[in-house]
């Protein structure tokens, strides 16, 4: 379920979004104002961000920049009045993905919102739950039953590489490429090595994997 944080001060329009959002099968939190907006799409995980331009305390603008600026790369959608025009193409250049012009019809808003949602990160959610485990990419985090699990750079990368790609084989050397990065001097086994890591993490029963599958001849594909 993809986690929506709408940031709006007017509760008509925030209260009508939330609704609007909710029975499309969203999770939404409301923020009224742009510090509290700009603390909670930092402290929590977020697949979309709906930014409105005219907040109390800081400005859609600056919540935008302090998004950023910590690394996040949230897709946010800017909600605009018509007379800012000049200012939407500051938005952008801010690191929003899209903006929307108040007054807005609610259809429009979710065709957009959906646009945003597919071009983002190939429709992998910022948190992807398997069994009793997380996978959250917006914190580089794995937990396991709601705990953080211990777990190198390298394993991170490796799981989020096998969650972007659930369902299809991936060579060792896809997951070298994708993980190592290419050109790196690591062998097949360095692959396997890790993938044994990673399942005494992740496996409800390590030595019978029933995610982090091995496919004889080919790699791995991850059933999650
Ligand atoms: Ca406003």
């Not at 739950?129 to 699990?149: H, I, K, M, N, W």
């Not at 084989?169 to 490429?177: G, K, P």
């Not at 790196?184 to 090595?193: A, K, M």
């Amino acid at each position: 379920m993809y986690r929506i944080l709408i940031v709006e001060d007017e509760p008509d329009i925030a209260f009508g979004l939330e609704d609007d959002l909710k029975v499309e099968g969203y999770q939404v939190e409301i923020a009224g104002d742009g510090t509290t907006a700009a603390r909670r799409a930092l402290e929590d995980s977020w697949d979309l961000i709906l930014l409105d331009v005219m907040l109390p305390q800081k400005d859609g603008f600056e919540v935008c920049r302090t998004i950023r600026r910590a690394g996040l790369r949230t897709p946010i959608i800017l909600l605009t009045a018509k007379t800012q025009e000049a200012e939407k193409v500051l938005g952008l250049e801010l690191g929003a993905d899209d903006y929307v012009t108040k007054p807005f019809s609610p259809r429009e808003l979710r065709a957009r919102i959906k646009a945003v949602l597919r071009r983002s990160a190939d429709h992998t959610p910022a948190v992807y739950r398997f069994g009793d485990v997380e996978v959250d990419s917006t914190r580089g985090q794995l937990r396991r039953a709601g705990r953080p699990l211990e777990t190198t750079p390298l394993e991170f990368q490796l799981m989020a590489v096998f969650v972007r790609n659930r369902g299809r084989v991936l060579s060792r050397e896809q997951l070298l490429a994708a993980a190592w990065g290419q050109g790196v001097n690591v062998t097949d086994r360095v692959v396997d090595h890790h993938i044994v890591n990673l399942r005494r993490k992740i496996e409800p029963l390590p030595e019978e994997p029933r995610y982090l599958i091995c496919v004889r001849g080919m790699g791995y594909r991850f059933d999650g």
